[in-house]
Structures are given as structure tokens and as C-alpha cells.
T-cell receptor, first 115, second 118 residues
Framework: DAGITQSPRHKVTETGTPVTLRCHQT?????MYWYRQDPGHGLRLIHY???????DKGEVSDGYSVSRSKTEDFLLTLESATSSQTSVYFC??????????????FGEGSRLTVL | AQKVTQAQTEISVVEKEDVTLDCVYE???????LFWYKQPPSGELVFLIR??????QNEISGRYSWNFQKSTSSFNFTITASQVVDSAVYFC???????????????FGKGTSLLVTP
């Protein structure tokens, strides 16, 4: 267990409102990721971080921003939520420093509904 | 480009049957890792196995076994004597050296939903 907690676990919001999801890890892992899971699409990468203040875009980054001011926290922000961003969001960290070789450990997920 | 294909969207079996979940991958890298994850109805993602591209030995863990064949770019997962608790969505994933431009994130297939009925 990589000690990853996500908050909030459930959120309902309205179109146009800003939303921030928080991911907190206790393992001091360098790499952190945000994925979204949608039926028929599996898990798709939104953004990732390879260190404090080092972040980059993933496959489906439009409409999302991230920040990482501390090793343990990785925030995902929807500046103006849209219904297409209704999804389950997972945070993950990578075990080990050897790049592509380590598995990811995931948080419990955050279910976001945008009305 | 990398791709993971899980052609089986849903599988339904009766308890005690054996079931194989297929995973086919595409990558130009010669060095890569393959993974399987389980997502039970409670929603969390559970890591099951990691296998590197240089190790084609099959792996067995209890009722679970994995068959890695580079010749067919497949990494299939078999559950022997399935149980109701095996009901879940199973994801196959790939990570390779060329993933550096995505922070070595895993590329996931779309998942196979397995339903085991009593």
C-alpha cells in the first residue's frame, strides 16, 4: 500500500464552477499521475508530475491544470467544469526511481459529477 | 506509438470454470513492462503482476497464471476455477522506455469486465 489518499471522494458540482481534487501520498514517490476513467475508454492520463513544480500534460489534458508544490501533494484543477468532465479520477504514484519499470499504485478514486 | 488492446469487453462464466483474459500490445520498444490490474466492484485498482520484456516465463500465483508470448505480442491472464470474488474489471497495461514523454505513465487497455456467477 503506497499510502495515497484522494479528496474529496465524491463531489457534485455545476457546470462552470471550479473544482480541485487533491492527491496526498506518504511514500515520498517522485512520480505522480492523474488519470480519468470512463466507460469504454479505460484509464486515460490527464497530467503527470516528475517532481516538485515539474509537471506535464498527458493524453487528455484540455480543461485541466495541475500543481505540485510539495512532494506529497498533487492537485488537479478543473478551472470551469463541464459535463464532459463527469468521471472517476484516479491519482497514482510510481514505485521506484527506475523510470518505466515500476508499477503504479492508485488512490481510491474521486467520483465527480458535473450537472 | 503504444497500444494495448483487450478485445473482450465482457465475459460471463459460472463458478469453477477457467477463464482467460486476452491482452495484445503494440510497441516499438525492445524493452518494456507489462502489467495487470484488478478493479473490483468497490472501485479501487489493485496491482496484480509486472513482467518485463526479457522474461517470457509463465507466472503462476495460486489460481492466477499469466502467459507472455513476445511472438504474438500477447500477455494473457488465466483464472483457474473461478470464484465469485473474481468478478471485477481487469486491465492490462504497458510501460516502455519511450514513455519518458509521458513520465513513464502506464498505457492501459480498456478493460475486460468479468462476471462470475454461482
Amino acid at each position: 500500500d503506497a499510502g495515497i489518499t484522494q479528496s474529496p471522494r465524491h463531489k457534485v458540482t455545476e457546470t462552470g464552477t471550479p473544482v480541485t481534487l487533491r492527491c496526498h501520498q506518504t511514500e515520498n514517490h517522485r512520480y505522480m499521475y492523474w488519470y480519468r476513467q470512463d466507460p469504454g475508454h479505460g484509464l486515460r492520463l490527464i497530467h503527470y508530475s516528475y517532481g516538485v513544480k515539474d509537471t506535464d500534460k498527458g493524453e487528455v489534458s484540455d480543461g485541466y491544470s495541475v500543481s505540485r508544490s510539495k512532494t506529497e501533494d498533487f492537485l488537479l484543477t478543473l478551472e470551469s467544469a463541464t459535463s464532459s468532465q463527469t468521471s472517476v479520477y484516479f491519482c497514482a504514484t510510481r514505485v521506484g526511481e527506475a523510470g518505466y519499470t515500476g508499477e503504479l499504485f492508485f488512490g481510491e478514486g474521486s467520483r465527480l459529477t458535473v450537472l | 506509438a503504444q497500444k494495448v488492446t483487450q478485445a473482450q469487453t465482457e465475459i460471463s462464466v459460472v463458478e469453477k470454470e477457467d477463464v482467460t483474459l486476452d491482452c495484445v500490445y503494440e510497441t516499438r520498444d525492445t524493452t518494456y513492462y507489462l502489467f495487470w490490474y484488478k478493479q473490483p466492484p468497490s472501485g479501487e485498482l489493485v496491482f496484480l503482476i509486472r513482467r518485463n520484456s526479457f522474461d517470457e516465463q509463465n507466472e503462476i500465483s495460486g489460481r492466477y497464471s499469466w502467459n507472455f508470448q513476445k511472438s504474438t505480442s500477447s500477455f494473457n491472464f488465466t483464472i483457474t476455477a473461478s470464484q465469485v470474488v473474481d468478478s471485477a474489471v481487469y486491465f492490462c497495461a504497458l510501460s516502455a522506455t519511450s514513455n519518458s514523454n509521458s513520465g513513464y505513465a502506464l498505457n492501459f487497455g480498456k478493460g475486460t469486465s468479468l462476471l462470475v456467477t454461482p
